[in-house]
């Protein structure tokens, strides 16, 4: 990979993974997207059947899979709390960017999000210690940290293309 974003759900992975891919003329991938496609269903049913250990196994799986693609890809925001993959995204030479989001831009953003089994069954409480619980492990292996809280896409790509 050429580039990897990481953060939260709704932090905007998936939004400025797809921009950052047209800017720099290579592929985008998205690896809740791989899983989707790898298991043939939703990550909800995926969760709802087998849990979430079963889905981190896969998620892995996937990851190591895509590593050796070029192109940007957009991680789901549990991917590096994964002590194998925070040691993957740790030792890679390819750039880790941090799309940080505070509790009130994910709500916006997600909101009752039917796709994101985890948001869905939590608490505003509940969600914003999730995402302090997570926030070491993405610190770990950020390259960049960028607020992307009132920032236009296009405006936060463009930050991470001069970075690169
Ligand atoms: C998850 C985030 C989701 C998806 C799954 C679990 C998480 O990805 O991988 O629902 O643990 O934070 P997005 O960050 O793309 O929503």
Do not use: W
């Not at 592929?27 to 981190?56: C, M, N, W």
């Not at 709390?81 to 009130?104: D, G, M, R």
């Not at 236009?152 to 293309?161: D, G, H, M």
């Amino acid at each position: 990979m050429d580039v990897i974003l990481i953060g939260f759900m709704g932090s905007g992975k998936t939004t400025i993974g797809k921009l950052l891919a047209e800017m720099l003329l290579v592929p985008h991938t998205d690896l809740d997207q791989e899983i989707v496609e790898s298991a043939g269903q939703t990550i909800k049913d995926f969760f709802s059947k087998y849990g979430e250990v079963k889905f981190r196994e896969l998620e892995h799986k996937i990851l190591l899979n895509q590593l050796k693609k070029n192109g940007v890809l957009s991680t789901g925001g549990g991917t590096p709390i994964n002590i194998q993959n925070l040691e993957i995204l740790q030792a890679t030479k390819t750039p880790v960017i941090l799309l940080e989001a505070s509790t009130n831009t994910i709500l916006e953003r997600v909101g009752k999000s039917e796709e994101r089994p985890l948001v869905n069954q939590m608490s505003t409480r509940q969600l914003t210690s999730l995402r302090a619980e997570r926030m070491p492990f993405y610190q770990e292996c950020a390259d960049l940290r960028i607020n992307t809280d009132n920032r236009s896409p296009v405006e936060i790509t463009e930050q991470i293309y001069r970075y690169l």
